[in-house]
């Protein structure tokens, strides 16, 4: 089964730093686009960063400049560089990819997520 693997959250204070990591794991054929999105309460989940299979990012206007996504290939991994940490940064932070697993092949790339790993920012 393929799955997504999150670590790294925490707690930390307002100016500090935190770096994310998803791990996809099980029979992968390949992966497409992977990205972190975030949930604060009572608000919805809002895309923070993405990259491409190619190494093209984009990001959320609220963390451009502060917020790195990076990926290892070779890993299947992706990871989320998080500086200068403001307290509306606080929620949970999803995994997202597009994986085709070996045993789907003819159905094309799947949309994973991962369960999510809490960031809080204290003031």
């Known amino acids: 089964q393929v799955q997504l693997v999150e670590s790294g959250g925490g707690l930390v204070q307002a100016g500090g730093s935190l770096t994310l990591s998803c791990a996809a794991t099980g029979n992968i054929f390949s992966i497409d686009a992977m990205g972190w999105y975030r949930q604060a309460p009572g608000k919805q989940r809002e895309l923070v960063a993405h990259i491409t299979s190619g190494g093209t990012t984009n990001y959320a206007d609220s963390v451009k400049g502060r917020f790195t996504i990076s990926r290892d290939n070779a890993k299947n991994t992706v990871y989320l560089q998080m500086n200068s940490l403001k307290p509306e940064d606080t929620a949970v932070y999803y995994c997202?990819?597009?994986?085709?697993?070996?045993?789907?092949?003819?159905?094309?790339?799947?949309?994973?997520w991962g369960q999510g790993t809490q960031v809080t920012v204290s003031s």
């Open positions: 997202n990819a597009d994986i085709t697993p070996i045993s789907t092949i003819h159905r094309g790339s799947l949309d994973y």
